[in-house]
């Protein structure tokens, strides 16, 4: 009779997330701050991206301690993260009961060529893309719910604007094709024939796609949303700023009113200082091409 | 022309606006409490309660979405817009808007995994519907003067009482949009009885 695990579940459970923001947290302590400054949801890690950066090696799965302290700790969702191809972390994590995985780059792969196939799980996914092509990949894998690669740990929006805006381009571009266009745009960006033709036809993707990736301060929230973003995951920009209970609250309103410009400029007023950014360059360690 | 708001402060409100579309009447994407003068009936979407009281607090929505219930006009609550009616949540009386007479469990089904759909016939709106279930609630127990539309496995998942209708699961998730049509069915009744 009852059905779990269905398609429409697993992807209803991301539109519930729509305009909201998923914050990155370390501890029960930062998840409350959280659920307090309106978050939808939160990431239970056991490093921020940025301090995964600086301390380099391998990232995996969160100490499940960890986990289950967040999940204790407060009532909306809990996601973590898990390796990408690591079907073992993310069996794991689903029978911990955690409401999402994330199959994410900012760990090191487990895998470098498959993504796990998540059509088999009950549990929801969120995968990265940078474009149409992985975007589609990932949804026929199974996922249920996507975001921008971005550059994870940086405090630098660009990525995360370019991935947005090459998604919605592509989209764009598809629906002034002719049909019997799209099947060579198949071949050129990697992405399923079929699925090319439902985003052609609706103008969308069939799941939800958040900004992620270097967002740092309301203003960058605000920017992804007008770029088309269904919401935003904020990494390390939270407790990495100087003052993350005003920082948590103003991006949370930002995302809400995004374009309300007079409202964003308030709510930016006084906040301190940001997470201090970081230039891409040639030296920067690419978390985004870590997958395809 | 019947015109319905939507609260889009987060959540589900595109599927909710499509689905009012689709039933007919007019509608309006509620992001200020201005706006509440320009509608005849309100539909509160699935999201996240604690987010969607926060703005609620926030942008001043909690006194004038009660005086708009007060004055009898329709009020559509699901699964958190469900939370956000009740006068009784968790067994606690700290509630949200707390205008319909009814206790609530949060999450009461379990965590994602366990979200679920199945078929339901809710009472006098619809038979074999395909009701999706997220991280849902559900109803413990109702006030007398509000009627039970719909039960799973034990438990009230859909109620009304009078102009208020709350329902634990998506109706904006499905291309039923048979509880969707009640519903503009109740605002249309209420703002002929409201002008006379």
Redesign the interface.
Known sequence: ??????E??KR??A??????VIMDVVNAEQAKIA?E?????VMALERVPADIRAAGGVARMADPTIVEEVMNAV???VMAKARIGHIAEARVL?AM????IDESEVLTPADEVFHIKKTDY???FVCGCRNIGEATRRIGEGASMLRTKGEPGTGNIVEAVRHMREVQGQIRRLQSMQEDEVMVYAKETGAPYEQLLQIREEGRLPVVNFAAGGIATPADAALMMQLGADGVFVGSGIFKSHNPKEFARAI??AT??YDDHKLIGELSKGLGTAMKGEEMNDETDRMQERSE | MTTIGVL????????HIRSVEASGAAVVTV?RKEQLDMIDGLIIP???S??MR??ID?YEFLEPIRAFADAGKPVFGT??GLILLASEIDGSYDVHLGVMDMSVR??AFG?????????LDIEGVAEGYNA????APYIERVGKNTKVLAS??GHIVAAQEGHLLACSF?PE??DDHRLTEHFVKMVEKSKQTLAS
């Open positions: 009779m009852a059905q779990t695990g269905t429409r579940v209803g459970m539109e519930m997330q729509k305009g909201g659920e400054a309106g978050a939808v949801a009532s909306i969702p689903e009961g955690v409401d999402y009950t549990v929801p949370v309103e809400t009113h | 889009a402060l987060q959540g589900a409100f595109r599927e992001k699935g999201g996240e604690t987010t926060r703005l926030k699964c958190a949060r999450n965590r994602q995994r366990e979200s679920f759909e199945a078929d999706v279930f997220i991280r799973y496995d998506h998730l499905t």
